[in-house]
């Protein structure tokens, strides 16, 4: 009995100590079926701690959208124009061959020749039907013929790389030699037809001419053939050139 009092004593005494000084603090235990263990303990081991569960990430459902087409804007591509230079001149050379006829009827003398020389011409062509030219040819055999003179060119295009054209105007020629001389002031009257050798294509420059391009009056390369009555006079012997040769348009 003595022994049960003195344990009740030293335990009261120990519960006043502890709370009066702060570091004796009561402990709560609990009975489990095994032990007796502390209150921490039993909490730790018994009780189930709260398990956070994250909610499901709401995917919303992707909608697709067809991409717009780009429309890229295309841009004619221009190509400047050229600048065909040219102007109404030209110029030529050639060679020719001339016959000359005395028409006198005389049976033991000769009365005709051909001879065979070189001609030049230039001219300038006002627009695409009528121009003007100048020429002089010289042909050397038993009898020389020289001559020179002054033209209107009527011309007409007959297409786009060719045109024909006809000579009016007045010559002197002049003929030494074995058949009778001659030295004529006179009308001269002819004829050709001309063709054009350059690259035509006035759609794709601008000419210094509105006639360019057709006919042979464009720049560059062509060639010509003519036939000419050098004496148009009444009485007069005959005198006929056939020329041909290469003519430059500036």
Known sequence: MKNIKFSLIVLLAMGSIGYAGGDISPVTAYETEDEVVSEQAYEKAYVEEPVYVAPEPVVEEAIYVEPKPVVVP??????PKRTIKSNGFYAGLGITGVKYDSGCNCPKQKTDETTYGGMARVGYDFNQYVGIEARASRTNGDSDVKHVGIYLKPMVPVTNK????????AAKTKIE????D??????ALGGGIEVDLSTDI????RYSRSFDGQGDQEKGLG???????????KDAPDVDAVSAGVTYDF
């Open 202 to 205: 006035p759609k794709d420059g």
């Open 182 to 187: 001659v030295d004529s002031d006179s009308l």
């Open 74 to 79: 295309v841009v004619p591509l221009v190509q």
């Open 177 to 180: 030699g074995d058949l009778p």
């Open 223 to 233: 060639l010509f053939v003519d036939y000419e009555r050098m004496i148009a006079k």
């Open 162 to 169: 060719a045109n024909i054209y006809g000579l009016i105007g």
